[in-house]
């Protein structure tokens, strides 16, 4: 799994950048040489579900959100400039951020004679489908703060990491997700609607489905992901995002027996084992 995420990451940091140095060459008011490097973009993608966790399968979606620089996270200074500078006149940062984020969609799913990459799925951004490719951190934030933000999308956020972007930004967005999840209060009867919403999830699916039937890895996901939220402003070391190692975690923090713990990685390994081999057949 983690050689799988690697490949995926490593995937999209190559285009990322091809299509980032492409875009300037199309909309830069300056000079190439005085580009800024890839290290000074402001973008992050921001990788959740079985990406975000570390830990995809064969034919595994890429879940990711593209997030760029906003005033939740200061505008990187090269040279004395912003990033907008480099810009020609009418060319704002939310049209370039979304231009990019939409080529590299393209290119990562496009299908040629050997097939495509990847599946894309961006939907888990706060605009969803039919808004900008791109958000603005500011506005991420804003969205959550807002009251907005439902339960499901904080639990989803249990599972993102930083997967394309610069050293310092990427640890900004880190810091964010992790006071998103900590602002909320827990309340008992978020624990009813976690459960209502992984029944749903059971609803229309076979029996044997190993992902989402009865017994599935979303039933390990889901418990642990509770847990995570329940406990986080306490013990904010439970907030890692691959599922087996916060299952570590919640052990070592005390919410989880030793016996339960290894249960919950015996029956996880088991399934996602089991379900890679079908998808390689």
């Known amino acids: 799994q983690k050689s799988l995420a690697d490949v995926a990451e ?10 980032y140095r492409r875009l300037l060459r199309k909309y830069a008011a300056r000079d190439e040489k005085q580009f800024p490097a ?4 402001p973008l992050v993608i921001l990788a959740l579900g079985k990406l975000g966790g570390g830990e995809p399968n064969y034919h595994s979606d890429l879940d990711v959100i593209f997030l760029y620089d906003s005033v939740a996270i200061e505008p990187p200074s090269i040279g004395g400039r912003c990033f907008t500078d480099f810009l020609q006149e009418g060319i704002t940062e939310q049209f370039f951020f979304s231009e990019l984020a939409a080529a590299i969609t393209q290119t990562i799913t496009h299908h040629s004679q050997s097939g495509r990459l990847y599946e894309i ?17 500011n506005e991420f934030l804003r969205y959550f703060s807002s009251g907005k933000g439902q339960l499901w999308e904080r639990q989803a956020l249990c599972k993102a990491r930083p997967v394309f972007g610069s050293d310092a930004n990427c640890e900004r967005v880190e810091e964010m997700v992790q006071r ?7 309340l008992p ?5 976690i459960q209502s919403m992984r029944l749903a999830m059971q609803k229309d699916c076979s029996a044997r489905n190993l992902k989402r039937g009865r017994g599935g890895t979303v039933d ?3 418990a642990i992901q509770m847990l995570q939220l329940k406990h986080a402003r306490t013990n ?3 907030l ?3 599922t087996l190692k916060a299952i570590e975690q919640l052990e070592l923090a005390g919410f989880l027996s030793s016996e339960l713990a290894e249960r919950l990685r015996t029956g996880y390994r088991l399934l996602r084992t089991v379900e890679a081999r079908l998808r390689l057949m």
């Not at 490593?10 to 299509?19: E, G």
């Not at 998103?180 to 827990?186: E, R, S």
């Open 220 to 222: 390990v996901e889901f």
């Open 38 to 41: 890839i290290s000074d973009c």
């Open 236 to 238: 904010p070391e439970i």
């Open 10 to 19: 490593i995937c999209l940091k190559a285009v990322a950048d091809f299509q």
């Open 180 to 186: 998103i999840i900590l602002d909320q209060t827990w």
């Open 121 to 137: 799925d961006s939907r888990l951004r706060p605009t969803g489908k039919s808004g900008a490719l791109a958000v603005s951190t």
């Open 240 to 242: 890692v995002p691959g």
């Open 189 to 193: 009867e978020m624990a009813d609607e």
